[in-house]
């Protein structure tokens, strides 16, 4: 065989090698590996090349253009295969980062207000419409505040009926856990006339009270909303009024109430408030026991006592004040039947009782 036939067998040969390299490279680098290595300075058709020199004159001018023409050959056929690869890497990313916009969203679950909070918005916001202001007032309290103020001296027996809480921390000063929102009348009454006012005074005082007391109506923490209001000639009839507007607005529905004559050692004359049974209209059922009425808050106008316990003249000015118990009023209105439901934090309970 001629010199010029052996080579060419040769370059055949690298030629059809470095196409089947560049074919089965499975990425761009080593895709770019096999070209160095039959293309590049040192790679296979330079070697091929340095074999011209053994050459006749005449031969290589042949064998120049053969090489010439593999080199060319290979040329393209790299760039080719460097292109459908790239496209072929571009399309596996773009698969990769393909977002599947028919998938179902995450669950999350969603957190509501307790039962007794919005209870405490909805009866404060009720009264904020009518025009009274919010006040606040400390849940550990002194005895002037808790009892004295509110015409329960210290040997009074209503004292005992409250199931106080007392505070030992304080060893100077006796401190209590407030047992009823009342205290707030005294202070925001005190407050109103050190800010130089005089009345009107129209108040809600919505909170957390503390009693010693825990069965399935009794909890020894409890939310009352205490309503006051202090002006010239207010009458039970005022209070009336108040009182039928406020629970026909609560329950949604226009609602028969009756004032039981009662005893509160702050108020006088004091009324136990009913509202005709929510549950079966005033016909009768097992919550209001078959009466067809239902004890909602304590009532009454005002004591001369405790108006003159913070300095506001009895014989010009006169009020009403009632207190609620928020919790009651929330298992009315939603028919719950425990009121520890309220403090377990049962979720499924929470849940479809909050909002
Ligand atoms: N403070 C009373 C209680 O907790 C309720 C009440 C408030 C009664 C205002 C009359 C006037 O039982």
């Known amino acids: 065989m001629s010199q010029i036939a052996v080579m060419e067998q040769q370059l055949d040969a690298i030629k059809e090698e470095a196409k089947k390299a560049f074919k089965n490279a499975s990425d761009l680098s ?8 039959y293309l590049g300075k040192k ?26 023409k593999v080199k060319d050959d290979l040329d393209r056929t790299f760039k080719i295969s460097q292109a459908v690869m790239k496209d072929k890497l571009g399309l596996l990313r773009i698969e990769a980062e393909r977002v599947d916009v028919t ?26 419409q009518m025009g009274f202001d919010i006040a606040q007032g400390p ?15 210290p040997e009074h027996p209503a004292r005992a009926m409250h199931d106080t809480f007392f505070l030992k921390e304080f060893t100077d000063r006796p401190m209590v856990l407030r047992t009823h929102t009342s205290p707030v009348q005294i202070r925001a009454m005190q407050r109103f006339l050190k800010e130089g006012n005089e009345p009107p005074l129209a108040v809600v005082a919505p909170g957390r009270v503390y009693r010693c007391d825990y069965d399935m109506t009794h909890s020894p923490m409890f939310h009352q909303v205490e309503v006051f209001k202090v002006d010239r000639d207010v009458s039970l009839a005022n209070l009336k009024g108040v009182l039928k507007h406020f629970l026909s607005a609560y329950f949604g529905k226009e609602l028969p109430i009756r004032l039981r004559p009662s005893y509160f050692p702050f108020t006088e004359p004091s009324a136990e408030v009913d509202i005709g049974c929510v549950l079966c209209d005033g016909k009768g059922c097992r919550v209001c026991k078959q009466t067809g009425w239902i004890e ?60």
């Open 43 to 68: 790679g296979a058709l330079t070697e091929v090349l340095k074999g011209v020199g053994k050459l006749s004159p005449e031969d290589r001018p042949a064998i120049g253009k053969i090489v010439n």
């Open 139 to 153: 849940e550990i309290e002194d005895e002037f505040h808790n009892f004295d103020a509110l015409n329960i001296p």
């Open 103 to 128: 998938m179902p969203g995450r669950v999350t679950s969603r957190g509501y207000k307790h039962p007794v909070q919005n209870g405490l918005d909805e009866l404060t916001a009720i009264f904020t």
């Open 296 to 355: 909602v808050l304590g009532s009454g106008m005002i004591h001369p006592n405790v108006l003159k316990s913070v300095g506001i003249d009895s014989d010009t000015y006169s009020g009403f004040a009632f207190g609620l118990g928020v919790e009651r009023m929330v298992m009315l209105k939603q028919g719950i039947p425990d009121l520890r439901l309220f403090f377990e934090n049962d979720v499924r309970f929470l849940g479809r009782m909050g909002s």
């Open 30 to 37: 080593q895709l770019d590996q096999e070209r160095v290595k």
